[in-house]
Each structure stands twice: as C-alpha cells, then as structure tokens.
C-alpha cells in the first residue's frame, strides 16, 4: 500500500532560510520537504508537497486532495488567523488536517494566539521549528491508524 499525505505550505513559507531566521530558523522549504519525504517514506508514505501565497490555490489543493490523500499537514501561515474560506475547505473535504506552525504561534503576538482552523483539523502543533512537520506527519499517521 502506497499511502499518499498532501504537505500544503501557506503564505511566506517560500521565504524559508532568510526570512526572519531568529524565528522561523535558517531552514529552507525545500529542507523541510526534504526532511519530510524521508521521514514519510521510512513509514511508506509519499509525500506532495505544495506551496502558495494565495488562499484560493491553497483550497484547491485541499479539494484536489480528497481524491488521493490519505491526509494533509499544513502550515497556513498568517491563513490560520484570518481565514473562514481555509477552515470552510478543510470542513468541506473531511480529509484529516494536521496544523503545524514552525514557530510557538501562542508565544507571539496576541493576534497570532487564535487559530480559525483548529476546531476543523484533527490537532495543532507549534513551535518545534521544522520538526513541528515531523512531529505533524507522525501525529496524522497515528490518527489513522497507520503506524508501523
């Protein structure tokens, strides 16, 4: 069985590696994808990985993946805060959504304490640096039910 999980990025994260390293590390994306992809096909899991700064292109990732993915990972960026059509999305899909987020979004700014699309997704992990996604992978493997 060749199980398929989705690795949506949000806004920035295309920035990885120079962009405000003091808080989201010094870590590229295309690293994290890297890092992920092994650590997925240890537990024969393929990964795709995507990445956009539009929230319409990150919810056609989410519909698109209803028809292959057994679950997603997703970093939504500054999305987690302001996005209804985000939450709507992962709803809508009932796919099992794993939130992660480099940095501890609850040691932040007030405005970044919140999450609109945790009540949707299955849980939420923060502040690990690029192991959140490890950690994230990990965490929607055990949920349904595909640990090794």
């Keep these: 069985m060749n199980t398929q999980v989705l690795l949506l990025h949000g806004p920035n994260l295309n920035l990885l590696g120079t962009r405000e390293p003091q808080v989201y590390g010094s870590d590229t994306l295309a690293d994290i994808n890297q890092r992920v992809s092994e650590f997925a096909a240890q537990r024969g899991i393929t990964i795709q990985a995507r990445q956009s700064n539009h929230e319409g292109a990150l919810i056609d990732a989410l519909h698109d993946a209803r028809t292959w993915a057994a679950g997603v990972v997703m970093n939504p960026g500054a999305y987690t805060h302001t996005s209804i059509a985000l939450r709507d999305a992962i ?36 502040g690990f640096g690029w192991r959140s996604y490890i950690l994230g992978i990990d965490a929607l493997l055990g949920h349904l039910g595909l640990l090794k």
Excluded: D, K
């Design 91 to 126: 709803s809508a899909t009932q796919l099992a959504v794993v939130e992660v987020h480099l940095s501890n979004v609850h040691a932040r700014e007030e405005f970044r304490h919140r999450s609109l699309l945790a009540p949707v997704c299955v849980g939420q992990i923060a």
